[in-house]
């Protein structure tokens, strides 16, 4: 009999030098979960370095134990001696394991019967059996048989002997290497395997040597073939190529779940001091001379932008092709440039551009850059776009009533866009501005088609203004300053504000406890809303000395219809993302 029980040693153990166990575990309703790890193919033409990989992933994860379903070893040669320095080999391959594995036999582990000495020398009996916790396990050879009906009866008397003797099993689960289950109860052939698997109540099959993964359920029973976990070999249909199975049995049932190579990472994948250094490379790496400069008729009245690319990692070396997405509408060229920059240098490509349709989305630039030494991502960046609106200076201060009616709120602000830069859903909107020497005048025209929708209960200053109907603005009195002023009105006049200093790296801080003073008065019609206010200069430091160009962005959001109505896409607290208010 080539029973072998989890307690006693593998040959294979003792001659690899791996940890064994020497009790078998009762499964009972509070035992944890059994998880093992299932591993295929190393060899058939196989590629360096692969199956390495393989074991680093599964050795992360601490299965309580591993099986292989064939094919260790290239083999397919007579002398001996070559077949112990091949298994000598993969003992070091799989030496970081720290669980123990056990292995199926495969056609190039067998090739011939000569070769099963050296088979049984550093890896024991070709088929055995053993328990872990209630589960059993058997493993079958027909490393040197093509079809079910050529298995030895040997091998075929002693399966159903065990499978007898252990029935009581909470599990059994049976691995052979080539899939005779694919050639038979796949295709609805006479299966003598599948047969003896249905009557002694076997729960699930693996397999190997296609090296492409595929499974099936047949009368109950989970077929799985195992794909390459090192040979040479194609992507399967969704891609799925190099990988190991991960099973998980518990009071739930039996969960198998192929791991691609490359999903379970190291936990220093990326470590904080690299995290940090990509912040600083997204925002000091990929700079441009100035943003595209976009009047209110949304026209480009700049053509050209320089894009320079820093190389911020010590003794790394970018070389790479900055390449372009470009939407409909927008003409770059060129399209892609290769570069190639020494740590500490910087390179400057220069962009003609052109606009002959919607402003949004814009073109985007795309490089690999090192972040750490070995390391490389990908970092983009959207051409910036800077509009620019006209603040008109009067000689009269206007009368602050909430009607627009003036004859100096007669150029509106309208072309606005929604979060994502697609075309503005609310009802119409239309933003003014003007100023004198001592203050900014704002004003808005909200439609509503349905007036008794509005939002505006808030009533006390500072409160949440900026989750009803309202306006908002964002302005820069001094745009070489990182200070942004928050400001939003609701229906009733009710302000919010804050003031938002970039930090120096790059974290937004909101001070609530800034209070702007305002003048405000609004009107309710029958289908709109307006606002005109009066903002003292002064308090942004600009008394008498007024900016040629502030940074501003604004917008209305509308409560009925769930969105906003934005002049500069995206809103956010970052200055260089805002446009520009020039002052007449």
């Known amino acids: 009999m080539r029973r072998r029980s989890y307690s006693r040693p593998l040959y294979y153990l003792i001659a690899f ?120 396990f058997v493993i079958l050879d ?44 796949a295709k609805n052939q006479p299966d003598t395997l599948h047969g003896i698997f249905k009557q002694f109540g076997v729960r699930a099959v693996f397999s190997g040597h296609f090296h492409i993964y595929f499974s099936g359920r047949y009368d109950g029973i989970l077929y799985t073939d195992v794909g390459s976990s090192g040979g040479e070999t194609d992507p399967g249909p969704t ?25 379970i990472l190291p936990w220093e994948e990326v470590t904080a001091d690299e995290m940090l250094n990509t912040e600083k490379i997204d925002w000091n790496a990929l700079t441009f001379n100035t943003p595209l400069i976009v009047n209110d008729n949304l026209e480009l009245p700049t053509k050209e932008i320089s894009l320079m690319i820093k190389n911020m990692v010590p003794q790394t070396e970018i070389d790479d092709t900055v390449r372009l997405e470009i939407p409909p509408g927008w003409k770059i060229d060129p399209t892609m440039a290769p570069i190639n920059v020494k740590s500490g240098d910087s390179a400057i490509i220069r962009f003609s551009v052109e606009k002959n349709g919607p402003l949004y989305p814009t073109p985007v630039i795309s490089v690999r850059l090192p972040y750490a030494d070995g390391k490389h991502t990908n970092f983009k960046k959207s051409i910036p776009v800077s509009r620019e609106t006209i603040c008109r200076r009067l000689t009269t201060a206007p009368i602050i009533d ?10 509106p602000v309208a072309s606005l866009f929604d979060a994502d830069g697609g075309p503005d859903k609310c009802d119409s909107t239309r933003f003014y501005f003007a100023c004198d020497s001592d203050n900014l005048y704002l004003a808005a025209y909200c439609a509503e088609k349905k007036m008794d929708s509005l939002k505006n209960a808030v009533a006390e200053r500072d409160g949440v203004v900026y989750r009803e109907d309202c306006i908002g603005y964002f302005l820069q ?66 008394d ?39 002052w007449h």
Not at 245 to 256: A, C, K, S, Y
Request: glycine letters at 10%.
């Open 477 to 542: 009195p001094d745009i070489t300053k990182p200070e942004i002023f928050q400001i939003y009105f609701n229906p009733l006049g009710t302000s919010f504000d804050q003031k938002i200093t970039r930090q120096a790296g790059g974290e937004m801080l909101g001070d609530r406890s800034w209070n702007g003073t305002y003048e405000v008065k609004t009107v309710k019609g029958a289908d709109f809303w307006s606002a005109e206010i009066k903002v003292p200069l002064s308090q942004f430091g600009a």
């Open 17 to 136: 030098g791996l940890l064994t166990i020497s009790a078998t575990l009762a499964q009972t309703t509070d035992t944890p979960p059994v998880r093992f790890a299932v591993i295929g193919d190393r060899t058939g033409s196989h590629v360096p370095g692969i199956y390495e990989e393989i074991i680093k992933e599964v050795e992360r994860l601490r299965p309580d134990f591993c099986i292989t379903v064939g094919d260790q070893i290239e083999g397919y040669s007579t002398d001996t001696a070559v077949l112990g320095k091949e298994w000598r080999e993969y003992r070091e391959i799989v030496g970081p394991l720290t669980m123990h594995l056990y292995l199926t036999p495969g056609n190039h582990d067998i090739t011939y019967d000569t070769a099963l000495s050296v088979y049984n020398k550093y890896a024991g009996e070709p088929y055995y059996s053993f328990d872990i916790k209630g589960l059993h």
């Open 402 to 411: 909430g009607q627009i009616d003036e004859s100096y709120w007669h150029v």
């Open 239 to 263: 891609g799925l190529q190099y990988h190991f199975l991960w099973v998980t049995v518990d009071d739930n049932g039996i969960e198998i779940a192929p791991v691609k190579m490359g999903s």
């Open 142 to 185: 027909n490393s040197r048989w093509e079809i079910v009906q050529t298995l030895p009866q040997e091998q075929i008397d002693w399966l159903i002997n065990d499978l007898g003797k252990n029935r009581n099993a909470t599990n059994t689960f049976v691995f052979y290497h080539k899939p005779f289950w694919y050639a038979g109860v």
């Open 544 to 582: 008498g000395k007024i900016a040629k160009e502030w940074g501003l962005n604004f917008r209305r959001k509308q409560f009925r219809t769930g969105t906003s109505a934005d002049w500069q896409v995206p809103i956010d607290y970052e200055p260089k993302s805002l446009g520009r208010l020039i």
